[in-house]
Structures are given as C-alpha cells and as structure tokens.
C-alpha cells in the first residue's frame, strides 16, 4: 500500500543549529502538506504545495523556516536557527486532487519529532 | 477566521459502548471535512472524509456526519473496542481545498 515517507523520524539538536526533514508524498499525490503539531494539540499547517508551487505559507515562520519541493515530488523543510520552542512533530501529508482521480483526501507520514536542546 | 472545536477533550468509557464525539466549525464555507485517529506519537490515520456535498460517510463501525449550515459534525463510533483507543482528530479545508484547520483532538480511552 503506498504512504507518505518521512526521514528521520527522530531528531535532536542544539539550539542555534540546522535541521533538515525530507518528505516523499504518495505517487502521483500534487499536493503536499508540511504541519507542526506541538504535544496536545491538533497540527498546525506550516506551508502547502501543489506541484512545485507554493500556494499557502501564512503560518510558516519565514526568517527561520524554508520549505521547496524542487521538482514537484519529494519536499524538504529546513530550520535554522533552530530554538527551543521549536520542539515538537513535524508532519508530512500529501493528496491528489478531484480530477486528477482522487478526492482531496489527506494521507499522513509517521512524522519526524524533533527535540531542540 | 476558521476556528474548529472539538468536545469533549478526553473521554473514557467501558467497552461496548455506543459514543459521539463532536466538532464545531465557525465557518460554513468548507471544502471539506476530515476525521482522523492518531496513536500516541505517531502520524495520523485518515478514517472518514466528508466533501461539503455530504451529508454522512460511514466505514465499519464509524460513522461521520456533517451539518455545515450549523457548522457541526459528530463521529460515532459503535460498539467501542480498546484497541479503539486512541486520540480523534477533525480537520476543516476551507473552499478551494486551501488552508486546513484541524481541532484539538479528543482523547479516547476505551476500558476492558
């Protein structure tokens, strides 16, 4: 069955330091969703792409967060610097739209929590 | 600004129960609605999608309905397992499938 993969699926780090987490959508999938979900709450979406495009980034922290998906597939998300509140899951989704044979559907990764110390 | 409510936060019950768990929405302009189980430190699970056009979906034992014009929609779950344990999650796409919102959560705790 396909699914979303995330690497790593853990990460620590010092404050002040870069991370990276990468992200492989479902085949086929054009968009792709990269959400922070802080411990007893519900995700929060950082920034969605359809294809390679940009097209909602209003919650993604842009002096210290970046986010591509070069060639319209696989997408990373970077920090830095990294701080203290940053800690938390960072999860990847991705879904095909309505016309493209699917139903805006979203199907999640296992996510990737990063610890920042 | 799309708000979404999910009651009761936590939830615990004895096995075999029938129960409802609820999301409210502020804003009736959806694209759609999706409800999602999440294990403890895990990713998420999809379990029902409901297009705005729907009223109800329903997958074995869950059922999912959907009111947009009071901005609601319950989940049931029948004849509830342990193994249904877990935290729910609702999660609202606004028109054009933009800018997902996604409630707190309820936590469940099925007892055996």
């Known amino acids: 069955e396909a699914e979303v993969a995330q690497s790593p699926r853990y990460k620590i780090t010092e404050k002040s330091q870069a991370v990276a987490f990468w992200c492989d959508p479902i085949?086929?999938?054009?968009?792709l969703y990269w959400y922070r979900q802080i411990l007893g709450q519900g995700p929060e979406l950082l920034v969605q792409?359809?294809?390679?495009?940009?097209?909602?980034d209003s919650q993604l922290p842009k002096d210290r967060f970046s986010a591509e998906r070069l060639k319209g597939v696989d997408s990373t998300l970077k920090i830095q610097p990294a701080e203290l509140g940053d800690s938390a899951m960072y999860l990847c989704?991705?879904?095909?739209?309505?016309?493209?044979?699917?139903?805006?559907?979203?199907?999640f990764g296992p996510g990737t929590r990063l610890t920042v110390l | 600004k799309q708000e979404v409510t999910q009651i009761p936060a936590a939830l615990s019950v004895p096995e075999g129960e029938n129960l409802v768990l609820n999301c409210s929405f502020t804003?009736?302009?959806?694209?759609?609605l999706q409800w999602f189980r999440q294990d403890p430190g895990k990713g998420l699970t999809s379990l029902l999608l409901?297009?705005?056009?729907?009223r109800e979906q329903t997958s074995g034992r869950l059922n999912a309905s959907l009111d947009k014009s009071s901005g609601r929609s319950t989940l049931y779950i029948a004849a509830s397992q342990p193994g249904d344990s877990a935290t729910y999650l609702c999660?609202?796409?606004?028109?054009?499938?933009?800018?997902?919102?996604f409630g707190a959560g309820t936590r469940l705790f099925v007892k055996a």
């Open positions: 989704a991705s879904s095909a739209l309505l016309g493209q044979g699917g139903n805006n559907e979203q199907f």
């Open positions: 085949s086929g999938h054009a968009t």
């Open positions: 792409f359809q294809d390679e495009s940009v097209v909602d």
């Open positions: 804003d009736s302009a959806i694209y759609n």
């Open positions: 409901i297009q705005s056009s729907q």
């Open positions: 999660a609202v796409s606004n028109t054009g499938g933009f800018k997902t919102i």
